[in-house]
């Protein structure tokens, strides 16, 4: 079983940045694929980014076009770590964020659908002035 956590949530004032991180119970790195979805109030869970691993040290990422050029996911120098930096957030930024994780070793892929089989409890960030 693999435990995630998320942090880094929190307010922020529109043009603001955050960046949120997703620390697991142990490696993931050329394991696991991992995402980061967000939750409005009242709306489904939408896929934002997505990060898998092709090799040492290389990474295939995707972006939401809702995020693309604002948002960006990345590894931590742990190996149990990644990132989700957060740039010019918006209100409509506003959500609960989760970070996910599928067993798929070296895929070169990966997916925003929340078809994962692990899940952290998500972190809120608020976007207001």
């Known amino acids: 079983q693999l435990q995630l956590v998320e942090s880094g949530g929190g307010l922020v004032q529109p043009g603001g940045s955050l960046r949120l991180t997703c620390e697991a119970s142990?490696?993931?790195?050329?394991?696991?694929?991992i995402g980061w979805f967000r939750q409005a109030p009242g709306k489904e869970r939408e896929g934002l980014s997505c990060?898998?691993?092709?090799?040492?040290?290389?990474?295939?990422?995707e972006h939401a076009d809702s995020v693309k050029g604002r948002f960006t996911i990345s590894r931590g120098d742990a190996e149990n770590t990644v990132y989700l930096q957060m740039n010019s957030l918006k209100p409509e930024d506003t959500g609960r964020y989760y970070c996910?994780?599928?067993?798929?070793?070296?895929?070169?892929?990966?997916?925003?659908?929340?078809?994962?089989?692990?899940w952290g409890q998500g972190t809120q960030v608020a976007v207001s002035s």
């Open positions: 142990r490696s993931v790195l050329n394991s696991y694929v």
């Open positions: 996910a994780a599928n067993w798929n070793p070296n895929s070169p892929v990966c997916s925003m659908l929340p078809h994962y089989r692990y």
């Open positions: 990060i898998s691993s092709l090799g040492v040290n290389i990474d295939h990422t």
